[in-house]
Structures are given as C-alpha cells and as structure tokens.
C-alpha cells in the first residue's frame, strides 16, 4: 500500500520513538560522521584563522559582541562603523547563551568550534527524519544514514561553517531538531528548537512560520500551527521593526540597502510585494536565480523536488536571498547565505525519495528502487561536491587549507601585546585576532586625504588609540582599488607613483650595499606617461674607486628581478633577487672570465616583504635593531632625487 509524501510512515519503534532492533550500530555510524565532519572543520576553521584568513566580517564583529556580553554589555559592537550595538545590523538572541562559553575560553576560536559542532550534529535530526520515512530493515537505516552524510556534504552547509561564524549557522539544527518534533508530536520540545532557531538572526522566524504552515496544512494541527505562525511574526515584526531601527539610529546597518527598492521598513517592504509583484518578479526571474535554484536541487539529483510540502519551507530564505540586490547572497558557495537552505533540501530529497520508493514498492522489482534512489542521490552530492565542496572530496581542497608561517606566529604574539584598554583600527583579517575590547574599527577605506580609514568612531567621541596593519595583506590594495578604481596607482603621481619609486629603489639600495659606499653622481634617462610618472628609467651610478652600477626599472617591459655582479676574473649572478616568492627559492651563479657557469647556490624560499616586516616588529617587541636604520633610507632617497633629476635634466648630477 502507498502513502503521500507528506503522511506519516513509521519505523519499527520501542518506547519514545526508540527503534527496537539494531540500535547500536546506527548510532555508531551516525556518532562516526558526524565526529569526522566535527574533527575536520574544527581544526580547518581554528587553522584558517592562525593563518589570519578570518576577517572583521564576521568573526571579528561577533567575537566583540560576545566578549562585551559575557563582560555584562550585550552586544555591544563597534566594528561597524556607525553602530555601537550588534542589534542595529542582526537580532541573534543565541549569542546571550553563546557567551557563556568565554567564561571557559575567551578566544574567537571558541565561536568557530562550537559553529562546526553545531552543524555537524544537525546530520543527527536528518537522520531521525529520513528514517521514519521508511520501514524496511536494514535498507531504511542505511540509505538514513546515507543522507545525513549527503546532509554534512552540502557545500553551502560547508561554507557557511568556513566563512568564519554567524549565529544563522546554528538555525539548520535547530530547524532539523523543530520538524522532527513536529512530526512526532513532541510539542514541548518542537516549542524549545523552534524558538532556539528564531534566536539565531532577525529572518529566522519566517522559517519557524513556515513550520507552522506545515503544522496547520500537512499536520493538520490547527491550534499548534496558528499559535506557531502567530508567535513567528509577532518576534519578526519586533525584530525587524523596532529593535533594529532603535539601535541603528545613524542607518548605517548594510541590510537596511539590501531591499531599500521595496520600500522603507518592512510595512511597506511588504506593500510593495503584495501591490507590484511585477517588481518583486522581474527581481526574481533572472538567469542567476535560476542558476542558483539549479545550483541548490542539483546535490539531491533534483529528487527534493517531489516533497514539495516540505521544500516550500525554504521560501521564505530564498525570497530573503534572492530579492537582495547584495550579490554575495546569490551565490550557494563562499558565504553563509545558502546555510537555511540546506536542511530543508535535503530533508524534502529524504522524503521524496521515501515516497517514490512506497509508491513503487507494490511493483515487482520496486524493493530495489530505495536504495537506488539513494545512490543517485549520494553520487550527486558526490559530483557536485567535487566541484564545490570544502574537504579532501572536492577539487580545490589544497587551497583550503591554509600553512601557519613564522609571520602568522609573530601576528599572533603581536596580537597579544596590545593593552586590552587600547581601542584599536585594524585591518579586516588583522581584526578578529584584536576583537576582544571595547573600542574596535576595521580599517576599509582610504578618507579624502589618502589617509586609511576609519580612525575615529562616527560621531567623533573617540579614536584609536593604535592602528594595526600587515603590508603584505592583500586587503589593502583591495581598499586602493575600492578608493580609486581599477587604475594601477603605481601610475598616480599623488601617490608617488612610478618605476623609480616602486621598483627602482631596489637596485640602488642594492649597489651602495654591496660596495658599501655612497654615489659619487648619477646620470638617468627616463620615458614619461601622460599622468607623469616615469614607467621607464635607466641610470648609472659612479661609485669610489671607478666602480660603476647600472640599472634599469620598469613598469611596463617583462619582470626581471636579477642583478650580476662582475669582476676582473668572473662574476655572480643572482636569480630572483627581488621578491622572491615562497614557492621559488633564489639562485645564485657563478661565472668565469668566459661566462661560463661554475658553480651554482640555491637559496631557501623566502619571502622578502615577510622578512622586512618581522624585522621590524621584533624591532618594536623586543627592541633589536633594524638592519637598515631609518637614516639608511634618507640616503636612498638622495639617490633617487638626484636620479629623478638626471632624468629630467639630461645629464650628470653630482651628489
């Protein structure tokens, strides 16, 4: 006998919803997956931030809400600018118990680990649903068991545990936990997960509205379904309506432009939806949603499709993500915004594929539709997985997981010597590791004066006390090019652009260092570009004792990074002299009077702007001395005035 997808088909149980036979073994297998996935991005995401590849948004936001929560300030917030509270940008609720966990370990990672566990025992609720869909032992708990590990393969699942943490990262368990007590009755504990995945972010109750949807229409349990729904919208409304608006007073939480096209506030926003839904369509009828619907039904082979009561339960997060006009929120993969969506997925493939087996069941050879059904399901999470998953499965993996160097140590300990009084600007990946004080800015622009900003909080009341900053972070030429477009701002003169200044400066550093002497005179020649800087120089440098150096920089010819040193009987040639990258190791060659090569030295791989700025810092933690003092680099400059002016002058300037 058949059942609809949405009838309730039971497995063998003993007391309390208990299976009755071969009880230990599942619970093993299950125990095993969910421990590895919990082992793996535990330590990838604890790695990726020692490697200082979290960033201010949002690790570094939320670690600073949750300190000033356990320290007796809830969500108190100052890493985006023109808040002082976290509830002007996200309501989450959850994170007032989350803080507890700094009374244990006050450190970010505290958040990342307790994140992947949290996601990691959501494969235990999928399970607990894909097996009540089907009564046959032992094919119904294998294929249960396969799915919660389709469930912990989804790569939006995955993503959303390696982007750092958000608080609506925990709501797919808690969600996963309220429909399975929902379906078994349990209304106590339905109550207790469905308000734990209301407290995880502001949108979340329309999730929970949505199970009362489905309590009122497929449960048919009316009171339990409008009771649901009512309590829903009413934290909603209040979320979205008053204590969000109440602590961004300046608006400047980025959500509040995400929808601005619908209107002010979520009155009209809804207005609006409901009056123009060719608005609302034209927003959603486009060839990236369609992708992205593609996208999210292809790791269940599009068999999620045939329990449509219970993948209309994602409606409500599709609307939020693909009515934004943020583009981050359309994609699946390399954000946190597809995470709501990945239980509901994957439970409505559970039970679509739980109904299709039932409905084929009465046919001669349909025992064997399950668990083929099962393994196309699991070859399609495969496959997609391959191409967009976060572990050792997928293709990629290798740029994953980040290497730990001496200059990630050095951070950290660096991280650890700033008073824990000082208000601090940082860097986005330098933030999270300083998140734990009052005072915090991340630093994300350049103000009118080409100075980085922010320094100081939006209404002037105060200003950090240190600037924290990594030049060799990629982030800060992101800023440049956000300031001033995709222009190379080695060609802006405002910015001291031009060949002499960006790459030349090596060259003659290099020849006063090896012959220990400064120039005697310089002569240059020079090509111009329109804005003025030089993109071409050639000069000459005479040194004491008739020694010459020639040299030549460009920002145009090929990348040569070599210098040769020649003598009376031979000479050294030096390969990958100029920053050096770490997968390279230099190499040096030496030569006869007939250029033939001798003998030749390979280098460690090094990487010369690492070693210039831990330099440095050990200069200022521990008080050692710089190679080259800041009057070396006077001295250098004289050099290269004088060459700019050889240049300009065409002749000789004597130094």
Excluded at 103 to 108: L, Q, Y
Excluded at 525 to 547: C, R, Y
Excluded at 551 to 570: K, M, Q
Aim: glycine share 10%; aromatic share 10%; hydrophobic share 50%.
């Amino acid at each position: 006998m058949s059942a609809p997808a949405g009838s309730q088909v039971q497995a063998p149980k003993g007391p309390r919803g208990r299976m009755s036979r071969h009880t230990w073994w599942p619970g093993l297998v299950l125990a095993l997956l969910i421990a590895a996935y919990v082992a793996y991005f535990g330590a990838l995401t604890v790695q990726k931030h020692n490697a200082f590849q979290s960033t201010a948004f949002d690790l570094g936001n939320v670690d600073q809400a949750v300190w000033n929560t356990r320290h007796g300030r809830p969500f108190a917030m100052t890493n985006i600018y023109g808040l002082e509270n976290r509830l002007g940008t996200h309501v989450e609720p959850i994170l007032l118990p989350v803080s507890l966990v700094y009374f244990v370990w006050s450190d970010p990672r505290a958040l990342l680990l307790l994140q992947t566990l949290a996601i990691g025992l959501g494969a235990w609720p999928l399970y607990l649903l894909a097996r009540r869909r089907w009564t046959r032992e032992p094919v119904g708990t294998v294929a249960a068991l396969a799915f919660a590990l389709i469930y912990l393969l989804f790569p939006a699942l995955q993503s959303a545990n390696y982007f750092d943490f958000h608080a609506v990262a925990l709501a797919p368990t808690f969600f996963l936990f309220a429909l399975y007590f929902l379906e078994t009755e349990r209304w106590g504990a339905f109550g207790l997960f469905a308000l734990l995945t209301m407290s995880c972010k502001e949108d979340a109750p329309l999730l929970v509205l949505m199970l009362g949807l489905y309590a009122l229409v497929v449960r048919r349990r009316p009171w339990v379904g409008l009771a649901t729904m009512a309590a829903s919208l009413a934290w909603f409304g209040l979320a979205v309506g008053w204590i969000m608006p109440h602590f961004d007073t300046r608006g400047v939480s980025p959500l509040a432009n995400r929808y601005a096209y619908l209107g002010d506030g979520p009155l009209e926003m809804a207005q609006t939806m409901v009056t123009r839904p060719g608005l609302v369509l034209e927003r959603l009828a486009t060839g990236e949603n369609l992708a992205y619907l593609r996208d999210l039904l292809l790791p269940t082979a599009f068999l999620a499709l045939l329990a449509p009561q219970v993948l209309m339960l994602a409606l409500p997060s599709l609307a939020v993500n693909l009515l934004s006009t943020d583009g981050f929120m359309h994609q699946l993969e390399g954000f946190h915004y597809g995470a709501p969506l990945a239980p509901i997925v994957v439970a409505a493939a559970a039970y679509g594929v739980g109904w299709l087996s039932r409905r084929a069941g009465r046919l001669r050879h349909g025992g064997v539709l399950l668990p083929a059904l099962t393994l196309l399901v699991l070859a399609a999470s495969l496959a997609y997985h391959a191409g967009h998953g976060y572990t050792p499965l997928a293709a990629g993996y290798r740029h994953l997981w980040p290497a730990v160097t001496g200059h990630h140590r050095l951070g950290a300990r660096m991280a650890g010597e700033i008073p824990g009084e000082a208000a601090v600007a940082a860097l986005p990946r330098l933030n999270p590791h300083a998140s734990q004080r009052q005072r915090l800015l991340v630093i994300d622009a350049i103000d009118d004066e080409g100075l980085l900003s922010p320094l100081q909080d939006a209404g002037g009341t105060w200003s950090a006390d240190l600037a924290w900053l990594d030049v060799t972070d990629g982030w800060a030429r992101t800023i440049f090019k956000r300031q001033y477009g995709f222009v190379d701002i080695r060609l802006l003169p405002e910015l001291g652009g031009g060949a002499l200044y960006d790459v030349g400066c090596y060259p003659i550093a290099l020849a006063r260092y090896m012959t220990g002497a400064e120039p005697l005179s310089v002569t240059a020649q020079a090509s111009w570009t329109e804005s003025g800087v030089d993109d071409l120089l050639v000069g000459t440098l005479a040194f004491p004792g008739g020694v010459l150096a020639h040299f030549n920089c460009s920002l145009r010819l090929p990348l040569r990074r070599y210098y040769e040193l020649v003598g009376a009987e031979g000479s050294l040639l030096v390969n990958l002299a100029y920053n050096p990258k770490e997968d390279a190791p230099g190499e040096i060659i030496k030569r006869g009077d007939d250029r033939r090569p001798l003998e030749t030295y390979t280098t460690e791989r090094l990487n010369s702007y690492t070693l210039m700025t831990e330099d440095f810092n050990r200069a200022v933690l521990d008080g050692t001395e710089v190679p080259f003092p800041a009057e070396d680099a006077v001295l250098n400059m004289r050099v290269i005035d004088a060459a700019y002016q050889a240049a300009r002058s065409g002749g000789t300037v004597a130094l």
